[in-house]
Antibody, heavy 118, light 111 residues
Framework: QVQLVESGGGLVKPGGSLRLSCAAS????????MSWIRQAPGKGLEWVSY????????YYADSVKGRFTISRDNAKNSLYLQMNSLRAEDTAVYYC???????????WGQGTLVTVSS | QSVLTQPPSASGTPGQRVTISCSGSSSNIGSNYVYWYQQLPGTAPKLLIY???QRPSGVPDRFSGSKSGTSASLAISGLRSEDEADYYC????????????FGGGTKLTVL
């Protein structure tokens, strides 16, 4: 069955870096767009980034532009999010999701928690 | 402040019909599809409605979506206790440099 498993979350100090991974299985990864969405504790969903199937088209939320980099390795069926210059407001559960098209996400992974704190 | 506006809360009794609204603008809902997600407590979100009013397989027909102009609605009929969850609308926004937008979410309570 289709499965997405995120990893790489943890505690990091402000200004630090972290790389999230999302391992995909059960579908042809290279056929699909992928996305990262986050949810701060007790808050709503926030779209973070979106990458096309080939990696040639990428979008970012203004809140992370210039600090986060989305990428993918179709040979490894993996999606990544490199997060630099982390801030307290980046603290959230980060979900990866398969995207059929813009904002059409199905399924979602279980999420990985990133905590930015000194 | 979310680009898409949802009521923070809604409620109903078992068997009732409830609707959740999502208000946007011509650059998002007015010109793009709307999607709805259900997030049960402690779990990842799940797709409920795609392309305004389409249900993925496995989603009960008690859930329905509609769109008119710059607003959209999610309706839940025959309300059940297991429908108690947070609901989010989502759309692409053509005017934003960071174009993916979610509503602020609506917490549905089944009384």
């Amino acid at each position: 069955q289709v499965q997405l498993v995120e990893s790489g979350g943890g505690l990091v100090k402000p200004g630090g870096s972290l790389r999230l991974s999302c391992a995909a299985s059960g579908f042809t990864f290279s056929d699909y767009y992928m996305s990262w969405i986050r949810q701060a504790p007790g808050k709503g969903l926030e779209w973070v980034s979106y990458i096309s199937s080939s990696g040639s088209t990428i979008y970012y939320a203004d809140s992370v532009k210039g600090r986060f980099t989305i990428s993918r390795d179709n040979a490894k069926n993996s999606l990544y999010l490199q997060m630099n210059s982390l801030r307290a407001e980046d603290t959230a559960v980060y979900y990866c999701a398969r995207a059929y098209t813009a904002m059409w996400f199905d399924p979602w992974g279980q999420g990985t928690l990133v905590t930015v704190s000194s | 402040q979310s680009v898409l506006t949802q009521p923070p809360s809604a409620s109903g009794t078992p068997g009732q019909r409830v609707t959740i609204s999502c208000s946007g603008s011509s650059s998002n809902i007015g010109s793009n599809y709307v999607y709805w997600y259900q997030q049960l407590p402690g779990t990842a979100p799940k797709l409920l409605i795609y392309r305004n009013n389409q249900r993925p397989s496995g989603v009960p027909d008690r859930f329905s979506g509609s769109k008119s102009g710059t607003s959209a609605s999610l309706a839940i009929s025959g309300l059940r206790s297991e429908d108690e969850a947070d609901y989010y609308c989502a759309a692409w926004d053509d005017s934003l440099s960071g174009p993916g937008v979610f509503g602020g979410g609506t917490k549905l309570t089944v009384l």
